[in-house]
């Protein structure tokens, strides 16, 4: 997939107000609309036009774009890096299916806003005195946190618009709690602290979804982790009881004679706590010691002598 430049696309500059913006969508869209123009490639660039605007008028969307594509060029190889948007307070619960149906965004827009992430907007004010908007932010956790849950400081940031129309990011605090056993992609409901509510209305509420920090030793698959867990040769050959890090705390584990590398040994009920937890799953793999000295090459000679006749590529 290759990076969009929407700032390219609307021919405006990284800095460029809102009203900029407004300005130079209006004056490519009267240039490439479909209905008007002879160009052969009028209806390619209005799309194009249309998914920046999309994007760069909406300040929650500009800003998380703009934290994440300052280190991209129009056309590069990209993927979205993972939890590029955790911290931004969107409007809407990040659940709504909305959106215009003769929107057809991008496989770039979808990879980084969801297809159906156009004005998604929360509960809509019909009255002088209406409830606020949901609003919807997503949160990295560690993984440690959903062993044992308790509360943690989340740092949000929340897009506004100065009084020369540039969007900025202005930084909240709050203290949530996060329960034992959740996991990634749950939601959790903040009553309250979403949008204000008008004419004295009741705020909207604020949904946090939940990921999980990238972890140096261990991988999530729903309520199941995942470990690699190295062995010394004869450890594997013979068998051992061996000491198994875990997020809660090291366990032993009894590993059977003759395991190979790429065994899982489970650890029932040591995932992810819930009813029921998940497994916590130790995949073997077999690490061999430096034959740096000339007592190891020996041992290594030795080793290949008495297993004369064994081929590990048969």
Known sequence: ?????????????????????????????????????KLPDAEAHFKEINEANEVLRDPEKRAAYDQMGSNYRAGQEFQPPPGWDAGFEFRGRGDDVGGDADFDPSDFFEALFG????????????????????????????????????????????????????????ERRLDVNIPKGI?????????????????????????????????PRFRV???????????????????ATVDVPTPDGALQLTVPAQSSAGRKLRLKGKGIPGQPPGDLYAVLTIALPPADTPSARDAYAAMAKAFDGFNPRR
Do not use: C
């Open 183 to 215: 996991r990634a992609g749950q939601h959790l409901r903040l009553a309250g602290q979403g949008g204000p509510g008008l004419g004295g209305g009741p705020a909207g509420d604020l949904f946090l979804e939940i990921e999980f920090n990238p972890h």
């Open 221 to 239: 698959d729903g309520r199941d982790v995942y470990l690699d867990l190295p062995l010394a040769p004869w450890e594997a050959a013979l068998g």
């Open 1 to 37: 997939m290759k990076f969009k430049d929407y700032y390219e696309a609307l021919g405006v500059e990284r800095g460029a107000t809102q009203d900029e913006i407004k300005q130079a969508y209006r004056k490519q869209a009267r240039k490439y609309h479909p209905d008007v123009s």
């Open 115 to 170: 297809r159906h992430a156009r004005q998604a907007g929360g509960r809509a004010r019909t009255s002088r005195q209406a409830g606020g908007e949901d609003h919807h932010a997503k949160v990295l956790i560690d993984l440690e946190d959903a062993y044992r849950g308790g509360t943690r400081s989340i740092a949000l940031r929340v897009p506004t618009i100065d009084a020369q129309g540039h969007v900025t990011l202005e």
